[in-house]
């Protein structure tokens, strides 16, 4: 037998409209809304939201668009937009793009066939394109991590020419004067801005920056390759930033394999690797994103799109530790 939200009013004793507000998303006394969860759970009720969303327009459902499922910044921020939505009683379904635009623009079109109120993705380029279907439809979308071409999109992001510029800066300040870099893909947004952050403070500092730069194709291999390319290179190099997580972790044990100490031979500032790499290498420095705070803003942002806000460009700054 189909259990009804009549069957929910007869159990907790309050009215049909008082239950469907719960439902809704609307704001309840909380002793009520304990006494619907408890019958809820009582009574085995299943919401259709099939049918709900026929009759209110609106799924209570978000789309998050992910460049891979195991890329260690997805996972750190999908959790906590995943309980932010909770809080508002909206679900999730997670599509894995593959860091490849041609999926990314499938899976758009998949999740809107499934009438989800909102996007919110880690978008695969700095273009768009991917995007046009839902933008054309006007379905309120977030941008992470980086900045798009489309004035239709909120965006959060990390302050990465600021950190890049300060994280170069503190290790100059120990009197390091070799200090090179370890960078990403030119084409996507947040690689170019953390280069030009570091060659900011190279120039402020009266230094050359071109010959102590190498690229690490974003991954772990490629951070590990770049860091022995740079010490063949300038053995003498005594400071060196590595932009992302996956050349971090490459670049820490190409270092250490050159058998040089941390923090003594070399001044080490990497991204995100916060339980690892410190206590396998001590003396190495970390910048920290706000990943709880990034996730938790998106999701706030959409819902504040779905329910008719503005689009919004938000900037989080970093810790380094």
Same mark, same amino acid.
């Not at 299943?46 to 026929?54: E, G, K, S």
């Not at 309980?83 to 009683?89: A, I, N």
């Not at 084409?187 to 953390?194: A, G, L, N, Q």
């Not at 942002?301 to 689009?311: D, K, Q």
């Given at each position: 037998?189909? =259990?009804?939200?009549?069957?929910?009013?007869?159990? @907790?004793?309050? @009215?049909?409209?008082?239950?469907?507000?719960?439902?809704?998303?609307?704001?309840?006394?909380?002793?009520?809304?304990?006494?619907?969860?408890?019958?809820?759970?009582?009574?085995?009720?299943?919401?259709?939201?099939?049918?709900? #969303?026929?009759?209110?327009?609106?799924?209570?459902?978000?789309?998050?668009?992910?460049?891979?499922?195991?890329?260690?910044?997805?996972?750190?921020?999908?959790?906590? =937009?995943?309980?932010?939505?909770?809080?508002?009683?909206?679900?999730?379904?997670?599509?894995?793009?593959?860091?490849?635009?041609?999926?990314?623009?499938?899976?758009?079109?998949?999740?809107?066939?499934?009438?989800?109120?909102?996007? +919110?993705? +880690?978008?695969?380029?700095?273009?768009?394109?991917?995007?046009?279907?839902?933008?054309?439809?006007?379905?309120?979308?977030?941008?992470?991590?980086?900045?798009?071409?489309?004035?239709?999109?909120?965006?959060?992001?990390?302050?990465?020419?600021?950190?890049?510029?300060?994280?170069?800066?503190?290790?100059?300040?120990?009197?390091?004067?070799?200090?090179?870099?370890?960078?990403?893909?030119?084409?996507?947004?947040?690689?170019?801005?953390?280069?030009?952050?570091?060659?900011?403070?190279?120039?402020?500092?009266?230094?050359?920056?071109?010959?102590?730069?190498?690229?690490?194709?974003? @991954?772990?291999?490629?951070?590990?390759?770049?860091?022995?390319?740079?010490?063949?290179?300038?053995?003498?190099?005594?400071?060196?930033?590595?932009?992302?997580?996956?050349?971090?972790?490459? #670049? #820490?044990?190409?270092?250490?394999?050159?058998?040089?100490?941390?923090?003594?031979?070399?001044?080490?500032?990497?991204?995100?690797?916060?339980?690892?790499?410190?206590?396998?290498?001590?003396? =190495?420095?970390?910048?920290?994103?706000?990943?709880?705070?990034?996730?938790?803003?998106?999701?706030? @942002?959409?819902?504040?799109?779905?329910?008719?806000?503005?689009?919004?460009?938000?900037?989080?700054?970093?810790?380094?530790?």
């Amino acid at each position: 037998m189909n =259990i009804t939200i009549k069957d929910l009013a007869r159990e @907790t004793g309050l @009215t049909s409209a008082t239950i469907s507000a719960y439902f809704n998303g609307a704001s309840v006394r909380p002793y009520n809304r304990d006494k619907i969860e408890r019958a809820v759970e009582k009574l085995g009720y299943i919401r259709n939201d099939y049918a709900r #969303a026929l009759r209110t327009h609106r799924s209570m459902t978000v789309g998050v668009l992910l460049p891979e499922l195991y890329n260690a910044f997805a996972a750190g921020v999908v959790t906590q =937009i995943e309980d932010t939505l909770k809080q508002h009683r909206y679900g999730l379904l997670i599509c894995d793009c593959r860091s490849d635009v041609g999926r990314e623009g499938e899976a758009v079109r998949f999740l809107q066939s499934k009438t989800v109120d909102g996007l +919110i993705v +880690i978008p695969s380029s700095d273009s768009a394109l991917s995007l046009d279907s839902a933008i054309s439809k006007n379905l309120p979308l977030v941008a992470m991590d980086r900045y798009t071409e489309s004035r239709n999109i909120s965006h959060v992001v990390l302050s990465n020419r600021k950190t890049a510029r300060e994280v170069t800066a503190r290790i100059l300040a120990e009197g390091r004067r070799k200090v090179g870099v370890i960078y990403g893909d030119q084409s996507v947004f947040k690689s170019r801005e953390r280069l030009s952050g570091y060659r900011e403070a190279m120039r402020e500092a009266g230094l050359d920056a071109e010959s102590f730069e190498e690229c690490g194709d974003l @991954t772990m291999d490629g951070g590990y390759e770049a860091m022995k390319r740079l010490l063949h290179a300038h053995p003498d190099l005594d400071g060196i930033f590595i932009t992302s997580y996956e050349m971090t972790m490459g #670049a #820490a044990v190409a270092v250490d394999e050159a058998g040089l100490e941390f923090g003594k031979d070399i001044s080490f500032t990497g991204f995100d690797c916060t339980k690892l790499l410190p206590r396998l290498f001590p003396g =190495i420095h970390m910048v920290v994103q706000p990943l709880q705070e990034m996730g938790r803003v998106a999701a706030e @942002t959409l819902l504040s799109m779905i329910e008719g806000g503005p689009v919004r460009n938000i900037v989080l700054d970093a810790e380094i530790i």
